[in-house]
C-alpha cells in the first residue's frame, strides 16, 4: 500500500472515529471524503448519513453540507423544503455559505417560500461571517431596495469591500453604479477600471463590456481583456477577439486564430459565429 493510500485509510478511520464519538465536524470531514464526482451511490449515501450524524451534533459544516445534498438531490430526490430547514439550521451555527443558500431559497419571485426581508437578514448574517457571495447578495438587495429600504450608498460600499478581496461579481457591479451614478457622482473612469478588476476576478462578462470600452483608445489592452474572457467561456469575448484577429486591430492579424476563436465562441453559445 502506498504512502498515500496509507494515509488516506488512517485519515478516514480517524475521522470515522471521531464522528462516531459526537465530533459533529469530523462526520462533516469524513463525508466529504466520500461525496466526490465519481462517488457511487452507496458512497453518496454514507456520506449523507455522516452529513445528518454531524448535524444532529450541531456542525454548521454538516449541516449545510446536508443541505446541499437535499437541494439539487445530488443523492436522492430534492427536497428544497428539507433543505431550507437544514441551512437555516446549519446558519444558525454560523456555517457562512448556508446563510446565502437559505436566503437563495426565499429570495425572488421563483423562491420556495418567498421572504425578501428574512433574506435580506440572511445575506447580511453571512457577509458578516466572512460569505463573500452573501456580501454581493446583500447589497443587490440594498441597491435595488428588496426586503427593506434602498440604501445604494451602502450597496455601494457594500461591493467594493467584496471587489477588494477578489469577488469578480461585487467589481461588475460597483462598476455599474459608477457607470449610472447610483449612491454617488456618475463615474466614467471609475466604472471602466472596475470592470477591468472584475474581469481579472475571473468574472468573465466584465471583458467583454471592459473591452468595449477600450477598443478605440488601446486595442491591445481590449484584446488582452477579451483573451481573458475567452479563456473563461465567454462567447462574446472569443467573438469580439475573433474579429481583432480578422481585422488585425491591436493584434497581429492571423486568419487561423480568427477561425479558431470563432468556432469556440460559437461552442460557447453566441449564434452569430456559427457561420
Same mark, same amino acid.
Given at each position: 500500500?502506498?504512502?498515500?493510500?496509507?494515509?488516506? @485509510?488512517?485519515?478516514?478511520? @480517524?475521522? &470515522? %472515529?471521531?464522528?462516531?464519538?459526537?465530533?459533529?465536524?469530523? *462526520?462533516?470531514?469524513?463525508?466529504?471524503?466520500?461525496? !466526490?464526482?465519481?462517488?457511487?451511490?452507496?458512497?453518496?449515501?454514507?456520506?449523507?448519513? =455522516?452529513?445528518?450524524?454531524?448535524?444532529?451534533?450541531?456542525?454548521?459544516?454538516?449541516?449545510?453540507?446536508?443541505?446541499?445534498?437535499?437541494?439539487?438531490?445530488?443523492?436522492?430526490?430534492?427536497?428544497?423544503?428539507?433543505?431550507?430547514?437544514?441551512?437555516? !439550521?446549519?446558519?444558525? =451555527?454560523?456555517?457562512?455559505? %448556508? /446563510?446565502?443558500? #437559505?436566503?437563495? =431559497?426565499? !429570495?425572488?419571485?421563483?423562491?420556495?417560500?418567498?421572504?425578501?426581508?428574512?433574506?435580506?437578514?440572511?445575506?447580511?448574517?453571512? *457577509?458578516?461571517?466572512?460569505?463573500?457571495?452573501?456580501?454581493?447578495?446583500? #447589497?443587490?438587495?440594498?441597491?435595488?431596495?428588496?426586503?427593506?429600504?434602498?440604501? &445604494?450608498?451602502?450597496?455601494?460600499?457594500?461591493?467594493?469591500?467584496? *471587489?477588494?478581496?477578489?469577488?469578480?461579481?461585487? /467589481?461588475?457591479?460597483?462598476?455599474?453604479?459608477?457607470?449610472?451614478?447610483?449612491?454617488?457622482?456618475?463615474?466614467?473612469?471609475?466604472?471602466?477600471?472596475?470592470?477591468? !478588476?472584475? /474581469?481579472?476576478?475571473?468574472?468573465?462578462?466584465?471583458?467583454?463590456? @471592459? #473591452?468595449?470600452?477600450?477598443?478605440?483608445?488601446?486595442?491591445?489592452?481590449?484584446?488582452?481583456?477579451?483573451?481573458?474572457? *475567452?479563456?473563461?467561456? +465567454?462567447?462574446?469575448?472569443?467573438?469580439?477577439?475573433?474579429?481583432?484577429?480578422?481585422?488585425?486591430?491591436?493584434?497581429?492579424? +492571423?486568419?487561423?486564430?480568427?477561425?479558431?476563436?470563432?468556432?469556440?465562441?460559437?461552442?460557447?453559445?453566441?449564434?452569430? %459565429?456559427?457561420?
Amino acid at each position: 500500500m502506498g504512502r498515500l493510500t496509507l494515509d488516506a @485509510a488512517r485519515s478516514a478511520t @480517524a475521522l &470515522q %472515529s471521531a464522528c462516531e464519538g459526537g465530533y459533529g465536524d469530523a *462526520c462533516a470531514w469524513r463525508g466529504a471524503q466520500l461525496d !466526490r464526482a465519481e462517488a457511487g451511490p452507496d458512497q453518496l449515501l454514507q456520506a449523507r448519513a =455522516l452529513y445528518e450524524r454531524g448535524c444532529t451534533a450541531r456542525s454548521g459544516v454538516a449541516c449545510g453540507a446536508l443541505g446541499r445534498t437535499l437541494n439539487p438531490g445530488r443523492i436522492g430526490a430534492p427536497d428544497p423544503a428539507r433543505a431550507l430547514e437544514v441551512f437555516t !439550521r446549519a446558519c444558525e =451555527l454560523r456555517d457562512a455559505p %448556508s /446563510c446565502t443558500a #437559505a436566503a437563495g =431559497l426565499q !429570495r425572488g419571485p421563483g423562491a420556495l417560500q418567498r421572504d425578501d426581508v428574512r433574506a435580506r437578514h440572511l445575506l447580511r448574517l453571512a *457577509c458578516d461571517l466572512g460569505d463573500l457571495d452573501g456580501c454581493v447578495g446583500h #447589497a443587490q438587495m440594498l441597491e435595488l431596495g428588496q426586503g427593506g429600504g434602498l440604501d &445604494q450608498t451602502s450597496s455601494l460600499a457594500a461591493y467594493r469591500l467584496a *471587489c477588494d478581496q477578489g469577488q469578480g461579481l461585487a /467589481c461588475f457591479h460597483v462598476a455599474g453604479q459608477l457607470k449610472r451614478g447610483r449612491g454617488t457622482s456618475p463615474d466614467a473612469g471609475g466604472a471602466a477600471r472596475f470592470l477591468e !478588476r472584475a /474581469c481579472a476576478s475571473h468574472y468573465p462578462a466584465a471583458c467583454n463590456e @471592459a #473591452a468595449t470600452a477600450l477598443a478605440a483608445e488601446s486595442p491591445t489592452r481590449a484584446a488582452t481583456l477579451l483573451s481573458v474572457g *475567452c479563456v473563461d467561456n +465567454d462567447g462574446a469575448s472569443c467573438a469580439a477577439l475573433s474579429a481583432q484577429y480578422q481585422s488585425g486591430d491591436g493584434v497581429p492579424q +492571423d486568419e487561423a486564430a480568427a477561425v479558431a476563436l470563432q468556432a469556440r465562441a460559437c461552442r460557447l453559445g453566441e449564434r452569430d %459565429s456559427c457561420h
